[in-house]
């Protein structure tokens, strides 16, 4: 165990063209806590995602992750599958992102490439059907039981991925995540299109990831009742620079969130100030 | 030096028929996003279009050279124009909602039925014309006898590119079906959703880009004063590569990256050797794509996530 | 928007036989406009260098015919069998037949083929035919691995196929090096040129890698034809010599085969040995492939074809994923690359052409990216159709590039639309293509 902060962020800018989508934003997340990044749409939120996540090179600014055993790694420096592999941050995507076309088990197994192309002697020993991959193949289905079975979707393993209900892909979004082993999850919009069940059935997962599995989360969210109900910390953009921060009562409470809320979208405005009543 | 600026004007004469071609595959590339692999080969059909009424033409004992021309050119524009509108009817509009493979490969069984329909109706031998337009104007002379000579015919090349060019410019940024194509290229769902006749649109640009297609066709008749079969293969990816180098989707891009390939082979031929020049534009598609796959006036991509 | 457009050519079906005339009468009309030139006037140089033509109203007027009858029949056709029957001649029923077939179907040819050379002992022809139809199974199946399993589309695939060719030819005329070494080389040596060409290409999007490996196909055909000294041009090399039964020729000498068997000897047995070459090349191109798939490699090749971005987000190294891929089948097109060379004696330019990359291609797509049942079945029609047409020459190419056109828009899918998952806790159930990606690179 070392240091609070799994991640902290410093005057990160990132420009397109002329434009600036975020500009010196600074935050940080702390380890086995659920940290929420909101704002009204356009805020930036998921272009900081895409800086975090190795997808977009940050024009300024340092992003720090800090594993558990105290290693820190600078996310600017590693690009796109690297911030996966070696600093284990994971990651779902606003618009899902499964592989239809294969099975729900197959997305899980696909998660865990990197365990078990070593196990396969990079593919060598495997093609020769050594023993080791077996046992390690085993252990990868064997995960992706595990995970199939804490977002029930366990009678469903050997459909196609692309069949899933709309809900239950969210979460085999989730679980494919998870079974990457990370040390950060970042989810953009998990509860984008949920019901109000499904939603509830979502604050639990993440909820049961972060008390079960100790796992630190750092999320997008447009549902409030989500946020308010299962962040340890709320950071709030708008126009790509943070107006606020805090628990969601402070946030709540705050007039700068309300006022961006109100200046962008009554309905979502009207979200923050029930979500606190 | 005369050297130089000889192969400079041949250069530019043969990077405007790249360019005219390029102008096809570009429309169809921003409007459908598919290379359209038969594309050279409609240049071709052009291209015999052209000698065939040339021909036909001249048995009639005409003799007035411009009015020759001026009648060759839109027969052959209309005709060929037809086979752009009919390959796609038949090839292309069935597989426009299919994967994405798949108009691909019918492109290219297109393209083999197109050059071997053209070799089994006009046989495979190389068809030569007599030169049509002669003259032309000494610009300088050199000191070893060598001069620097610019044809009437390379003049006319030229010429007909800008006008073209001008004139379908023009037509996509100021007319209705410029506009109609531009709202296909963003969103065809969208476009049909507000009134814009989709197939109608996509039709017209086949038709254009074949039309543009036989204008090649005919000057390269004129200026190498022959046609065969099997020069739409070649001449077809060098164009795409044109287009590619110069940003695909873009008209003025297409002129500018058929010069460029056009003065690239010419000098490429003419200081190093003549066996490579395919070689050498195939290589710079590879390295432009691989450099700069925007192109030179493409607009930059910025992956979405 | 599909459903738009369905309504309206709906409606405008619903009219009758003048209907169907009318628009018969169209279409001639159209035919008689791009045949009339091109058709109904024939141009040939004449002895002098000029050119002459002279009018073909027959032609003509018979193509133009068959362009009108052939637009009523297709017209009633499609009235008869409904809105969308083109797209659906073969019934679902057929369809499911098809993949509950598959589990029989693959070990019945197996068998049969391990007896061709039984059956067909005495018929030359049928075994070359054979052989000629196993070589392009070999390079489906090569070719699937990279566009059918990895999504990356590649036009260029017979430069492989050239590399392998070349690299036995050259290694054996000029060192002797024996068939039994120079074949992993020649794999080995096309892998090496799969990794060259795809390490600076591969970050490209689909169209244009196609058009990259298109290029460099025409590359490798181009220094071909140029590097005389090296590659003899356009003549070619000949004299590759024949391949051994691990150092025992097949030939009528005292220490070739049929002299140490005892047996009579009988050109026969060389096309015998030829046939179960080939056939254990591609099964083991079969094998190997089927291996991979189950393998975590084989996995990532599939998600790559299906979402990119997500296999970044793994942590999969989508580089070295593709090379990996594009290594694999340009091998595979090696090795068949060395068995063409000694099979024929001889290799040139002209055998490896745009076109047979085209060919190879059309395979892999017709017989459903991705299954090794399909794209056997696809080699075996497509190869198999290409012969009747030998006699008409001129023709071939004409009919296999409509063949292309029509099999596209019957089946896009191809033959087996259907995807076998690599992996299940309960049952295996086959994935509708519908649902399986084309990959985007």
Known sequence: M?????????????????????????????RRKITALIGPNGAGKTTVFNCITGFYKPTGGAIRLTHDDGKEIALERLNDFRIAKQAKVARTFQNIRLFPGMTVLENLMVAQHNMLMRASGFTFLGLIGAPNYRSAEAQA?????????????????????????????????????????????????PAAGLNARE????????????????????????????VMEISDHIVVMDHGVKIAQGTPREVRDDPKVIAAYLGADEEEAMAVMESGS | MDYFAQQLINGLVLGSIYGLIAIGYTMVYGIVGMINFAHGDIFMIGGFIALISFLILVSFGLTAVPLILLVVLLVSMVITA??????????????????????????????????????????????????????????????????????NMQIIVVLATIVLLTLFTWLVSRTRLGRDMRACEQDQTMAALLGVDVDRTISMTF??????????????????????????????????????????????????????????????????????????????????????PTGLLGRPEVEKV | MTALSHEITQTSRAAGIPFILKRAFFNALVALVLFSLMVGVRTEAGPDGQLTYWPRFVELASLVGIVFGGSVVIELLRQWIGPSGAERLVPPALHSGLSFLGRYLAPALLIFTLLVPVIFYDQRYILDLAILVLTYVMLGWGLNVVVGLAGLLDLGYVAFYAVGAYSYALLATNFGWSFWICLPLAGILAAFWGVLLGFPVLRLRGDYLAIVTLAFGEIIRLVLINWQSLTGGPN??????????????LTNTDDGLAALLGIEFSPTHRIVFLFYLILALALLTNWVTIRLRRLPIGRAWEALREDEVACRAL?????????????????????????????????????????????????????????QLGVALAALTMIGGFELFRGLETYRMLVFGWAMVLIMIWRPRGLIGHRAPTVYLKKSQAISSDLVKEGHG
């Open chain 1, 141 to 189: 289905i064997d995960l992706a039981t595990d995970w199939l079975k804490r977002v029930s979707l366990l009678d469903r393993a050997d459909d196609a991925a692309g069949n899933l209900a709309y809900g239950d892909q969210r979460r085999l979004e989730i679980a494919r995540a998870m079974c990457t082993g990370p040390a950060l999850l970042c989810l953009d919009e």
């Open chain 3, 236 to 249: 070619g090399v000949p004299g590759i010599p024949r391949p051994t039964l691990f150092g025992i020729p």
């Open chain 2, 82 to 151: 037809l086979y752009g509108w009919t390959i796609e009817r038949i090839a292309y509009r069935p597989l426009r909602h299919s994967f994405r493979l798949a108009p691909m490969l019918s492109a290219i069984g297109m393209s083999f039925v197109l050059t071997n329909y053209s070799q089994v109706a006009q046989g495979a031998r190389v068809k030569p014309i007599p030169p049509v337009i002669t003259g032309g104007y000494t610009l300088h002379e050199g000191a070893e006898g060598f001069a620097v000579q610019l044809s």
């Open chain 2, 207 to 292: 038709v254009i880009g074949a039309g543009l297609a036989a204008v090649a066709g005919m000057m390269y008749l004129l200026y190498y004063g022959q046609v065969d079969f099997n020069m739409g293969f070649v001449a077809g990816i060098k164009a795409f590569t044109a287009a590619v180098l110069g940003g695909i989707g873009s008209l003025p891009g297409a002129v500018l990256g058929g010069l460029a390939i056009g003065l690239i082979e010419t000098f490429w031929s003419a200081y190093f050797s003549v066996e490579y020049k395919d070689v050498a534009a195939f290589s710079i598609l590879i390295i432009v794509l691989i450099f700069m």
């Open chain 3, 315 to 371: 942590g999969i190294n989508t580089t070295t994923t593709k090379l990996t891929a594009f290594a694999t089948g340009a091998m595979f097109g090696g090795f068949a690359g060395a068995f063409f060379a000694t099979r024929q004696g001889f290799i040139s330019p002209e055998s490896f052409t745009f076109q047979e990359s085209a060919l190879v291609l059309a395979i892999v797509v017709l017989g459903g990216m991705g299954s």
């Open chain 1, 199 to 226: 939603s509830a059935a979502l604050s639990e997962l993440l909820l049961s990831i972060r008390n079960d599995l100790g796992t630190s989360i750092l999320l997008i969210e447009h549902d409030m009742s989500v």
């Open chain 1, 2 to 30: 070392s240091g609070e902060r799994i991640l902290s962020v410093d005057q990160l800018t990132m420009r397109f063209g002329g434009i600036v989508a975020v500009q010196d934003l600074s935050f940080a997340a702390d």
